[in-house]
T-cell receptor, first 113, second 115 residues
Framework: DQQVKQNSPSLSVQEGRISILNCDYT??????FLWYKKYPAEGPTFLIS?????DKNEDGRFTVFLNKSAKHLSLHIVPSQPGDSAVYFC????????????FGEGTQLTVNP | GAGVSQSPSNKVTEKGKDVELRCDPI?????LYWYRQSLGQGLEFLIY????????KSGLPSDRFSAERTGGSVSTLTIQRTQQEDSAVYLC?????????????FGPGTRLTVL
């Protein structure tokens, strides 16, 4: 039972353009969502989060949008830079599941110079 | 240290042997988590500690897996009688839970290979 899904295993964009990474979830009890970035041979690095009481959170080049009715969130990176090339994981936490995070499978983003 | 540290970074073992993986959380973080990532998969939750107690160990895949945390700091994940399907990257994270938010910070992981 995959409660958090990232349907695109990979995404390729040109430097300077927008990168949009998508994530869908099925558990309506999820109330807090996070995006992590992971480089090879390193642990995931926290990027940005959003609470279910909001529909948008922005931090510099990164913006996360949450559509609760569609159970969908997205991460926008503008402008994309080659250093953004990494695997991006969407994660969710619900008040019924305690503190554990449920992760998607990840999306490999490649930003081409 | 400034971040979560894990040791060893790599571990190769033979099927049937026991292994111990160590995690040093960020100083002051009361919550500690173990996850694992198998090849091509997302991160899978294993166990959660609050202080020295483990209120959620529901992700441990079998009774060959156990974990402990002492002094509210260092944690050890032990896998007994390792199997090839245990091969994965084992990741530790820590956090300082606050009302409404609980950002988990990850270590670099231990890559376990069972031959």
């Amino acid at each position: 039972d995959q409660q958090v899904k990232q349907n695109s295993p990979s995404l390729s964009v040109q430097e300077g353009r927008i990168s949009i990474l998508n994530c869908d979830y099925t558990n309506s009890m999820f109330d807090y969502f996070l995006w992590y970035k992971k480089y090879p041979a390193e642990g995931p690095t926290f990027l940005i989060s959003i609470s279910s009481i909001k529909d948008k959170n922005e931090d510099g080049r990164f913006t996360v949008f949450l559509n609760k009715s569609a159970k969908h969130l997205s991460l926008h990176i503008v402008p994309s830079q080659p250093g953004d090339s990494a695997v991006y994981f969407c994660a969710a936490r619900g008040w019924t599941s305690g503190s554990r995070l449920t992760f998607g499978e990840g999306t490999q983003l490649t930003v081409n110079p | 240290g400034a971040g979560v540290s894990q040791s060893p970074s790599n571990k190769v073992t033979e099927k049937g042997k026991d292994v111990e993986l160590r995690c040093d959380p960020i100083s002051g973080h009361t919550a500690l988590y173990w996850y694992r990532q198998s090849l091509g998969q997302g991160l899978e939750f294993l166990i959660y500690f609050q202080g020295n107690s483990a209120p959620d160990k529901s992700g441990l895949p079998s009774d060959r897996f156990s974990a402990e945390r002492t002094g509210g700091s260092v944690s050890t994940l032990t896998i007994q009688r390792t199997q090839q399907e245990d091969s994965a990257v084992y990741l530790c994270a820590s956090s300082q839970p606050t009302r409404g938010t609980d950002t988990q910070y990850f270590g670099p992981g231990t890559r376990l290979t069972v031959l």
